[in-house]
């Protein structure tokens, strides 16, 4: 049973455009989410979190936005650059980190 | 910040085999998390430790798969028999906190089983 999913495999944005990767979750307890990134080869790397009483985070580039509700959250990159392409997991929280499928963004110089 | 080290970085054996990964934690992190990522899908849990205690293994298939964690800081990850399904990247992960709020990724050991 999948309890977080990325039900966009692929995503292609051009340079300097922004990319929108989306993720949603079927357990309202989850109280914490994360995004991570991942090149070929090599292991995933975090990118940024929100908690559960949050809505939004940002970090530079990057921001996360959470609706509870809707059990969504989303991961907004502006600008993005061809150094974004990459394989970005979303993950929630609970007793243990469940995994999003991923999605593969590819920026387009 | 030495990362997450793991060895090897690839191993190829056949079925019936057993084979052992390596992982080392980044320094201080008391949770240590072994993951199995196949191939299009995210990453699994297979077994979490808290010191030297195992927190979560209620994913590990048991029969064949073994974890532990000495002295709290170094584990190894052992499978015997191997099977075609155990092809995967077995990823290692540390975290200075036991509350699932981050997980510091190693590289990963691809395994192949033919």
């Known amino acids: 049973d999948q309890q977080v999913k990325q039900n966009s495999p692929s995503l292609s944005v051009q340079e300097g455009r922004i990319s929108i990767l989306n993720c949603d979750y079927t357990n309202s307890m989850f109280d914490y989410f994360l995004w991570y990134k991942k090149y070929p080869a090599e292991g995933p790397t975090f990118l940024i979190s929100i908690s559960s009483i949050k809505d939004k985070n940002e970090d530079g580039r990057f921001t996360v936005f959470l609706n509870k509700s809707a059990k969504h959250l989303s991961l907004h990159i502006v600008p993005s650059q061809p150094g974004d392409s990459a394989v970005y997991f979303c993950a929630a929280s609970g007793n243990q980190f469940y995994f999003g499928t991923g999605t593969s963004l590819t920026v387009i110089p | 910040e030495a990362g997450v080290a793991q060895s090897p970085r690839y191993k190829i054996i056949e079925k019936r085999q057993s084979v052992a990964f390596w992982c080392n934690p980044i320094?201080?992190?008391?949770?240590l998390y072994w993951y199995q990522q196949i191939l299009g899908q995210g990453p699994k849990l297979l077994i979490q430790f808290q010191n030297n205690g195992v927190v979560d293994d209620s994913q590990l298939p048991k029969d064949r798969f073994s974890a532990e964690r000495l002295k709290g800081v170094d584990s190894t990850l052992k499978i015997q028999p191997a099977k075609l399904e155990d092809s995967a990247v077995y990823l290692c992960?540390?975290?200075?906190?036991?509350?699932?709020?981050?997980?510091?990724f190693g590289q990963g050991t691809r395994l192949t089983v033919v």
């Open positions: 320094s201080g992190h008391a949770t």
């Open positions: 992960a540390s975290s200075p906190t036991h509350r699932n709020t981050e997980a510091f």
